[in-house]
């Protein structure tokens, strides 16, 4: 069952996702060269508390952290801990999420550590995000969640191919239903899979966090022995950015962006809705 918002529950959303998109300003100037994971990880934990929030990823499942943080070529759920340092070079997927009042938001971005980046990892990172965007700006009514799956895939696969030989878009993971709890249906592939047909007509009040996960290589990944730790297979590290998108009668509402998505969504030619908050 797909879970249908209220305005004044979306609004609700947006504070959530506020504070998640200050978890992400804070986690994004933290991670610099020599600064653990679980650094970044007690940064999160400030912003939420100073927030008089929750936080929606600790003791989910048994996770034991209030963030994940993916270096290189792990792609999702990485843990937070003190062994695993920062340098140069590396790169970082912090995905966060919180809760205000009972109702979640959750984001990801990918960050640059240092400087010496490969260009093809800033061109990862490039792809993986402006994917999500055209998954965003596909969240209008009458379109069916097929559509957001069709614009995430369709825009990595126009793009050049990079040095590694292609973008392996990752089929275990996607994104999903979010609400009064930060997985709900329906889970959304970021590629089109015929065998799932065309998913739910999206309508006013659905609600949907939307999160590519692209690699240089391979679009097969395994799980360490942590439950958790999830790997490419071929070793090529990955880019993952995730958005909480809200559907209103007067277009989409990007939850955990700070301006809303407006900015970006106008480049696209699709107007936001009006933010609840102002």
């Not at 600064?35 to 929030?53: C, E, M, P, Q, Y």
Request: aromatic share 6%; with cysteine.
């Amino acid at each position: 069952m797909v879970e249908i918002k209220t305005p004044e529950q979306i609004a609700k959303m947006r504070e959530a996702g506020l504070v998640v998109a200050a978890i992400h300003e804070a986690t994004r100037a933290a991670a610099v060269p020599g600064a653990s994971t679980k650094d970044l990880d007690d940064v999160a934990r400030k912003v939420i508390a100073d927030h008089g929030a929750k936080s929606n990823f600790l003791g989910y499942g048994g996770f034991p952290a209030t963030i994940c943080t993916s270096v290189n070529d792990i792609v999702v759920h990485g843990i937070p801990d003190r062994e695993t340092v920062l340098r140069d070079g590396d790169i970082i997927s912090i995905d966060a999420g919180a809760i205000v009042d009972g109702w979640h938001g959750d984001a990801a971005f990918t960050a640059f550590v240092g400087t010496g980046h490969a260009p093809e990892l800033y061109e990862l990172s490039r792809v993986t995000e402006e994917s999500m965007w055209a998954g965003i700006a596909a969240v209008r009514k009458g379109n069916r969640l097929v559509d957001i799956s069709k614009a995430i895939e369709g825009y990595v696969r126009r793009q050049p191919r990079p040095a590694s030989g292609k973008y392996g878009i990752i089929e275990d993971y996607g994104g999903h239903g979010i609400g009064t709890q930060m997985h709900m249906d329906p889970h959304l592939l970021n590629y089109v899979s015929k065998k799932r047909g065309k998913g739910p007509r999206l309508v006013s009040g659905f609600c949907i966090a939307i999160e590519p996960m692209v690699s240089l290589g391979t679009a097969k990944t395994h799980v360490l022995a942590d439950d958790w730790t999830v790997k490419t297979d071929d070793g090529t590290w990955s880019s993952h950015w995730e958005h909480s998108v809200a559907l209103t009668d007067e277009g989409p509402l990007v939850l955990t962006a700070v301006d809303g998505g407006k900015a970006k969504l106008a480049e696209l030619g699709v107007e936001t809705a009006p933010d609840p908050l102002t």
